[in-house]
């Protein structure tokens, strides 16, 4: 039986130029690799995201794609882009799903492995 497997790898950055602390707005960059370690050609149709802030306050993001593409990957290629989220606290985390698709009609999700925002300086 054919394996469906996307892995996932994120870079978070914290956008200070972009950010309003004393307005509790704090803004940060992901950049995420999905490289098809599969054995079937498949290709990623939606995502939903959770992203929570440090006061638990939670939002949902579902949509189309990613950065307006839904990638085709074959198996060993990968797919990269970058985008971001406001926080309205200085550090949170987000994780998620892709739900793709293989060449030959089976669908599989892709759980994103929860990843923390946060500013540089309260990293230990």
């Known amino acids: ?21 004393d307005q509790d707005e704090y803004l940060f960059s992901y950049t995420i690799t999905i490289r098809n370690t599969g054995e079937v050609p498949a290709q990623l149709i939606s995502r939903h995201w959770v992203i929570t802030d440090a006061n638990n306050r939670v939002q949902e993001v579902s949509g189309l794609g990613v950065v307006g593409h839904q990638p085709l990957l074959k198996p060993g290629e990968e797919f990269e882009y970058s985008s971001g989220t406001p926080l309205g606290t ?3 985390s987000m994780h998620g799903e892709y739900f793709c698709v293989a060449e030959d009609g089976h669908r599989f999700e892709v759980r994103i492995p929860e990843f923390v925002l946060t500013l540089p300086s309260m990293l230990h």
């Open 90 to 92: 200085p550090q949170g």
């Open 1 to 21: 039986m054919a394996t469906y497997d996307f892995t996932v790898t994120v870079r978070t950055k914290y956008l200070a130029e972009q950010s309003k602390p």
